[in-house]
Structures are given as structure tokens and as C-alpha cells.
């Protein structure tokens, strides 16, 4: 029998399972949130991707969404990611061969939303959408610090300020040592050592939901959880990880309740639902399931934009939507525009990443390949090139130091092929 959400914060163990049911029941009671919770558990479709140290599948196989189902890294290259609505991949990230990395990009653009979590940020995030968020270079160590929510009222914080009141009533007003006197309605964050603190690059494009003064004056990078749209997708970063939060803690209930207002809103967006609440104004996505108009009132939420490649790189000629939540402002500022380099060939600028591309008008075939030192005057396969430092490889070379190493055995890149 789970318990009540509301005797979380006095110190009783909860499991996940029964973590995940009170949130769904204070969803559909509390909330109103009835018909948005019956169309995911109908239509939503999450794919975890289990890390060495996140095994998000732990928290996510407890979500009411219709399909969930998870993998090894070792799957990726046989999964479609377009067949689902949120991708989660857990940290580190590295255990994913890079060649299969673009995959999360074009997933992304193509209107997928992609959930990542503590190392994710620099092995995949950062290589893939350059400009938006880094590793600020810092570890931090295995400690509970206080966060705090920065904009209750936006849609992927539905309700966790609400809820995080009927926590620990009258065990006082948080902690006292190094909370942020502006902090208002705080919670519990459990990093695990060595969690990678999060920079913000493009300051009018990443909205930081939830952050933290202690990690900002132990390790200088303040935010806990952010999120960014990228094409017609969106991109939410987590420090530290999904599964791991000690105890039954505010920070697992609100990590549970965000992760679902997350799966709520994406398939709010998918499928135009409305977003109203107590209107019963949640359009019937039909038997069918496939995505419907979108009502005037979620429409009117949406800027049309271009999307952040040029048409030359992926054939897109017409503006696109880009998810801003409908009942907060997004920030303004320009999508990024990523100019391939005509002399490197047409290709996305991936910033610490590589890209492998035919050189089909080699001048010196005298020159030796990367991994053999074989040249390449009688060599009758394609002839791949480092687009970064123009080492140069025969195809089944390439394709052996990819799956060895991952990387471009010249300038030390992620090698995309």
C-alpha cells in the first residue's frame, strides 16, 4: 500500500512504484490533469538508455506512459528513435559508439525530445548542440545540496511547488547554513561525486527551471535543470541523475513530478492538445493516435522560426515550430545558424565533433592512410577524409577506428561517419 505523498518528507521509504502512482493520482485529483495523463497513458512512448552510473529506466518504467521501453548503449544502432516521443540517456554517455551520435540530433530536429543526465552534458549535449550548455570544467562532490525552483509556473514545474509544501510541515523553513537568502520554496538534490556542474553559453535560449546557490558557490555553476529547443524538439538536462536520489526525499518527488510534466507536455505539443486545465479543453487524440491539428489557443503560443541548420544541410525550406511553453514567456534571442565550411564539404559545424566525408577528387593518392600507412593509388573503395584535420583513411580503415576508439586517430575528435 504506497503511502500518501504528503508523509514523504517525514523520513518513510516509498518505492519508486509508489513514488510514481501519487504523483499520477495528484495529477489527475489535485491538478486536473485527468485527460492529459489518459492520452500519454494511451499515446506516450518513452525510450530509456541505461548509463553505467543512470539506469533511468528505474524511474521511467513507473511513468504512465503507454510504451516504455529500454536498452543497452550497445542497441542504439538498432532502435529508431523516431518512434518515440522522449529519449532518456544516462550518464556517461560514452558507453554510445559516436558513429550512431547524430542519430540524437536528427531525432531532436525531426520534433523528438531528448532528457539527459549528468556526463551526457559533455560526452553527447555539448559535441551535438554546440553553444547552448557546457561543463563548467568543475567536479563536484557526492553531497545533498538545496535547489530551488526559478519559475514555478512554468509547465514542466506544474504543481511541484504545490506539492513540495505538504513535505516535513513544521520541520521548519529549510536549510540555514548556505541557502540563498532569495530562496523561497527549496527541496533536496543529491549530487553524485564527480557531477558535472552545468554553464550556460546562450543565455536567451536556455531557461534554467531549477538551480542552486550552494552549487554555484562551491563549483561556480548554478543550475540544476535546463532545457532548450533545437529544431522541432527540445533538449532538458538534468546534473547528477534520474534514479539516484537518496531516501524518500523531496528531490525524488519532485524529480518524479517534473519527469512527468515533461512526458506531458511533449505529447501536449505532438499531438496540439490544448493546455488549458479544469476546462476539459484536452482534444481527443482518437483512436488512431496520430497527431492532430493544433487548437488556435496552443498555435498562438508558437513563433514560427528557422530551423537552427541552413536548407542546404538537411533539405529544410520552410520555417518551422519551435515548443515554447504555453503559459510562459520563452526568452527571445536568434536560433543558432550552424555554416558548413565550403572547402570542408557540406556538413554540420559540430564543434569538438568530426565528420568523415568522401574525397572523391584525392590530388595525391601517394598520401598514406591514417591507420595502415597504405596509400591509396590502387585502392578501388571510397577514400574518407577528416573534415577537421584532413586526415585521411581507406573506408574499411575508418570504419575499424570508429569501432575501436570512436574517435579520429589524427586530431583526437569524435569521428560521426
Known sequence: MCKCACNLGRGDAVSEKGLYSEVKKKKMEALGKAKIVKAVEKHGKILSIKGQYDDPNKVMKHTYAAVKDDITPGKINKVDLNKYDLVVVGCPGNEISSKYFIKFREFVEQGGWLLTTDWVLKTIV?????GY??????KTGDVVVSCSITDPSHPFMDGVVDSLKSYGKGKGKGPKSTAHPAMKQTFKWWLEDKSFPIDILRKNDVKVLIDSYEIKKKWGAAPVF??????????????SHTHLQKGASKGKFASAIIITNLLDECIKFKYGLDAGRQRGG?????SSGKPIQSSASWDQSFGQVVPPNTPQEYGHGQPIQQYQPSTTQQPGGGTPQLTPDPSKGIVPDFGGVAQAIENQLLPD???PCT????????YQGKVMECNECHAMYHEECLVQQIDLEGVCKSCRRVLLY
Open 126 to 130: 555539448e559535441p551535438l548542440f554546440p
Open 133 to 138: 550548455i557546457r561543463w563548467n570544467g568543475e
Open 226 to 239: 535546463v532545457y532548450f529547443p533545437f529544431g522541432q524538439g527540445v533538449v532538458a538536462h538534468f546534473i
Open 282 to 286: 484536452y482534444q481527443d487524440l482518437g
Open 365 to 367: 593518392p601517394t598520401i
Open 371 to 378: 591507420i595502415c600507412g597504405r596509400d591509396f593509388s590502387t
